[in-house]
C-alpha cells in the first residue's frame, strides 16, 4: 500500500465531526470515515455511526465484525472528552481501517484533532 502523507478533511465534514462530538460531550463518540485514497491522502467524504456501536462515559467500542466489508471506509474517528490528543494502548489495540482520527475537547478548531497510522505514525490533518 502506498504511504500516506496526510488526511484531508473538507471543511464541512470537519465542522459537522466537532458539531457532534460537542453535542455527545461528555459522552465519547466513535465514528468511521468514508472516503478514498487520493494521491497518497486520505480524503475524508463523510463520517457515519458504526453498526453496534456502544458508547458511554469514558469508552467507545465497536464489534468489527459486524462491519460490512467495505474499502472506502478509511478508518475510525472517536473522540476525548479529556482534551488530550494522544492516542491510548487501547486505541492502538482497536486500530480499525488505515487511520485513527481523534478529536479532543473543546472540539472548536483544528487544533483539537490529530491522527495516527497503525504504527502510532502521526499524519497531518488539512482542510480542504
Ligand atoms: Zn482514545
Redesign the pocket.
Known sequence: MAKIRSVDFPSDVFEGLLAYARHVHPR?VLLLLRGKVSGGSLRVEEFLVPPFAVQGEGF?SFSPWFLPLDPSILGTV???PSGSLR??T??FNHFYGRV?V?VAYPYRSESNIAAYEKDGGNLPVRLL
Open positions: 465519547e467507545a472517536h473522540s476525548h492516542p491510548s487501547e486505541d485513527m481523534i
